[in-house]
């Protein structure tokens, strides 16, 4: 009986966790956009730019190991990655095409992740070079395993005088839902395990009154 419980447990368990997802944008047409938009349940929502009015960019590019459509947000702009359920996820990696065209200096992107016990992670990735360039945001160790009920992406300005932008592409992610029948399940096998220990108790009184 032990087993069957701790093996039904395990497999209603297993099964509440998604299979990851990867955000490619690829559903999507090119050209600017305002407003959020949604794909595989993660909707995706970009500030707007105060100088156009316009909160994202879908389009194509080539660089690195990436191409085709990708998301690009404003300087001083940030996006926001969350599940369109409100559910907790957890993020791999994604990857960042950086635009810095203009004087030498560095570009980031800072990165928050808000976690859904409450708290924060940080992380960022930055360009030095003058043309656009490719790079891997790979989440750490500290970010695995780790509940997520958001991410924010954020734009600083780039050097002065400059031209700068970023596109985002291929987020993995997983969702991590915790449905209501895990609860009441697990409601549920305390409920039977009290059963026992009651029904054992009878049993023993029991054979104490038959050998009195």
Request: with cysteine.
């Amino acid at each position: 009986m032990k087993k069957i419980l701790a093996l039904f447990t395990v497999g209603l368990l297993g099964s509440s966790f998604s299979q990851a997802a990867t955000i490619d944008f690829e559903e999507f047409l090119s050209g600017n956009g305002t407003g959020s938009i949604a794909s595989q349940g993660y909707v995706l929502t970009a500030s707007t730019n105060p100088n156009t009015n316009t909160d994202y960019t879908i389009g194509t590019i080539s660089a690195g190991n990436t191409s085709g459509l990708s998301y690009g947000w404003c300087p001083d702009c940030t996006a926001t990655l969350e599940t369109s359920a409100g559910s907790p996820f957890s993020i791999f990696s994604a990857e960042i095409l950086l635009f810095n065209f203009g004087p030498e200096g560095t570009l980031s992107v800072d990165v928050t992740g808000y976690l859904a016990g409450g708290g924060t992670l940080g992380t960022s990735i930055s360009s030095e070079s003058t043309e656009l360039e490719f790079k891997m945001l790979m989440f750490g160790p500290e970010w695995q395993g780790q509940i997520l009920e958001k991410i924010v992406f954020g734009l600083p300005s780039g050097p002065a005088g400059g031209s700068t932008a970023v596109r985002i592409d291929n987020i993995i992610v997983t969702a991590v839902p915790v449905p209501a029948a895990v609860w009441l399940f697990g409601s549920g096998l305390a409920g039977l395990a009290g059963f026992r220990r009651l029904v054992r108790s009878w049993g023993s009184q029991t054979q104490a009154a038959l050998h009195s």
